[in-house]
Structures are given as C-alpha cells and as structure tokens.
C-alpha cells in the first residue's frame, strides 16, 4: 500500500538526526535474538540499579497520590535542593528561580536552543559530540560550527581555532565536560580561555555537564564559576548518570534569571511538566545519602583502568586515560581499519558492540568508542574478542 502521508512530511525532518548508539544497540539485540552473545559496550547507561532508597522515595509518592500535574518548571521543593546541589558542587550562588527540571537532560538542550537562536544564527559545538548537538541545531535551522577536539590536546578545544570560529552570527557555544565520547575534562586555563571570548564576543555558553560526578582527578569545574559567566551560562545535568536514572527520565537546566521563564514556556507547550512521583524520587536522590554515588564512580574508575591498559596492548591501538564520564576512545589508526569497519566487523564477527567515532562527527574518524559501563568480566571478555579478531585480520587484510 502506497503511503500518502509521506510526501507531506515537514522538510526540517530531513535535518534531524539522531543516536547511533540506539541503531547499533538494536542490531546487537537481534544477533541475541538469533542466539548470538554479544558484549555491549556501545551504549551510555550506567549498569548499576537505581539506589533502593531513590525507588522507595517514588514508591511512597505514588502511595501518596503524587500523580497530578505540576509546575512546568518543577516542583519548589526539588528545585530548591537542585539550586543548592549545583551550587554546592560548582561553588557558585544558584536561585531555585533559576531552574527548570526537564523529563531527561535531552529538554535542556532542544528548549534552550529553540529559545535562543534563530534562523542563520550560528552555534559553535565540539566535534567529536554528542550527535544531538548538531542535529538539533540543523532542525532549528541554524548553521552548526564544530570546533574539533584533538587527540593531541586531549581532546579539548584550541582557543585560537575557537577565536577564528567565532563570528557576528554565534548566538550559543556548547561545552561538554566531563566529555562523551572522549572523556576529556576542560582544565581552569581552557575555560578561563572560553569565558574570555565569551564575553568578548557577546554569546551564550551551554555547559553540558551530565557527568560532572563522574571525574577520576580534581573536583568539577564549571564555565559558570568564572566571573561574569553565570549570567551568560546554562548548565545542563540531570539524574541518569549520576544516580543510575537512566529510565526514569528526569533532568534540569540552570538558566539565566531572564531565560528560565522562557524554557518554563516550552515546557508547557510540549510536555506541560515532569512527573510528579519521579521528581520526588530526585529530591530522595539529592538530599539522600550519597554514598552510592562515590561507590559507582570507584567502580568506574576500576573497569576504566582495566579497559584503557587492555586496549594499549592491542596491536594498532592506543587509548588516553580517560578524565572523567565512562567512555573510553581509542586510535584505531594504525590497525588498518576504518572506524565504521571496525563497528560493523566486530559486532558481526566478533559479538562486541561499540561505536565507530564517526557516530559524532568527522573528527571522531579513526577512533571507536567503548562504554565501560559494563562488568569487568564483560569488559574482559570483550578485550579477549577484539584481540583475537585484529589477530585474525592484521593491517592491510581487512
């Protein structure tokens, strides 16, 4: 049957794009469907269990009859603990005013750029990134400017490439930091370096900072503590990384005192609020024991060393020591292999799922990127897999 809607699709669809990590994920899943075991490593969710106290928190609520509509920008009481938690953590002064708590992270981004920037207006993002930065802002129809993240400047950006990028038109910069796919961490010199063309050249810096509790060196910084940047910062985080939240949908924004009515809005008029039950259980999380959280990043630390000393052994590969988030992104240059080879031809052959660089932009090529929120039996297993297939297929033979 012919389909006659197809042709009345909105052309801006055609400029959205979307997550390889969820296309490489379904293939894994159906080589399990036909009975193949396959090590994943290709998706950014952590692997551990929610903290029994965070499910327990959403269970009273929802015996509590916690399931009306709220506020679109969040109920008081948790938007009170996550001003206080941000500011805790980034040692700035945050007003609960200033936040909006969002169903996931994804809201902060997609709103703030529909609020800020128009048609031709221009946005500066890190290449490799998260793939979401640029397909929202080809949807909203502006000019996305990637700034590459190189390897030899551990993977952060050059200010006086950033400089060169900048022009009249740049309405918004996206930092990422703890970074995904690297897990490059901004150090004070780069920030302070960014806040200084920020404010020289008048735009707006959206600070992605979802593992900002998921560092393995110094405390987290934020763009946002450097002065005269809390003004002109929005910080993204949310639940999913730290407290193992994935599923639960829960996220927020810190936004200029004038811009945090403006995001409220789109709230309204695309999911009207965040459910009321799961936002009682980020206030259990927040204001609950924390433990949990410093026992997942140990472990994260550990399965991080296990994985980055395993693939440096690995002929052709060569892998930083990742700073912070829970990725690992290998050169695999010098193997022979293309990074969408090496996606496809490991998780067909070898039944480990990781993600070509090329997943979040041209200047991820030549690198893959693993997860380690895996087990270290996995990781370990996985290690053993693609050792033995480079073996079988040395440089040159692919």
């Known amino acids: 049957m012919t389909d006659c809607v ?37 998706i950014g969710e952590p692997d551990f269990d929610t903290p029994a106290h965070i499910c327990e928190a959403a269970a009273q609520a929802l015996r509590d009859g916690q399931t009306h509509y709220g506020p ?9 603990a996550i001003a206080e938690h941000v500011g805790a953590l980034r040692r700035i002064e945050v007003s609960p005013d200033q936040v909006v708590v969002t169903p996931g992270a994804k809201p902060i981004l997609f709103f703030s750029i529909l609020a800020l920037v128009d048609p031709e207006d221009e946005v500066v993002f890190p290449n490799p990134g998260f793939p979401i930065y640029e397909s929202v802002i080809n949807f909203v129809g502006a000019r996305a400017v990637p700034i590459p993240l190189r390897e030899e400047r551990g993977f952060n950006p050059d200010p006086d490439e950033l400089d060169e990028l900048v022009s009249k038109r740049t309405k918004l910069l996206i930092l990422n ?17 960014v806040a200084e063309l920020a404010q020289r050249h ?27 940047m ?7 985080d949310g639940f999913s990384k730290t407290y193992a939240m994935t599923g639960w949908r829960l996220g927020y924004g810190v936004f200029p005192a004038t811009l945090a ?12 609020c965040t459910a009321t039950f799961v936002q009682y259980a980020g206030l259990a999380a927040l204001r609950g024991p924390q433990e949990c959280v410093a026992e997942m990043a140990a ?25 912070g988030a829970f990725y690992a992104f290998p050169n695999i240059s010098q193997t022979g292999h293309s990074s969408r080879e090496l996606e ?12 070509s660089g090329t997943s979040f932009g041209r200047h991820g090529d030549g690198y893959l990127r693993f997860s380690y929120a895996n087990s270290v039996e996995n990781i370990q297993l996985a290690l053993e897999r693609v050792g033995e297939w480079l073996a079988r297929n040395p440089r040159g033979t692919g």
Do not use: W
């Not at 809390?230 to 993204?236: D, G, Q, V, Y």
């Not at 496809?344 to 993600?355: K, M, W």
């Open 344 to 355: 496809g031809r490991l998780l067909d052959e070898a039944g480990v799922a990781a993600l």
């Open 72 to 80: 679109a920008a969040g109920l008081p009481e948790l938007r009170e």
């Open 177 to 193: 930091s703890p970074q995904n796919p690297t897990g490059g961490v901004l150090g004070q010199k780069d920030l302070e370096q």
């Open 230 to 236: 809390l003004e002109r910062t929005i910080i993204l």
């Open 261 to 272: 009515p403006a995001i409220a809005r789109l709230q309204t008029n695309c999911t009207s």
């Open 6 to 42: 197809e042709h009345l699709v909105a052309g801006r669809m055609s400029r959205l794009g979307t997550e390889t990590a969820f296309e490489v994920l379904a293939r894994a899943r159906a080589l399990e469907e036909a009975g193949r075991q396959v090590v994943h490593l290709e």
């Open 202 to 228: 008048d735009f707006i810096v959206l600070a992605d900072e979802v593992y900002s509790c998921i560092q393995y060196g110094e405390a987290h910084r934020s763009i946002a503590s450097i002065p005269g």
């Open 299 to 323: 472990e994260f630390r550990r399965r991080r060393d296990l994985l980055v000393e395993g693939l440096n052994r690995l002929p052709g590969v060569s892998c930083r020591l990742p700073e």
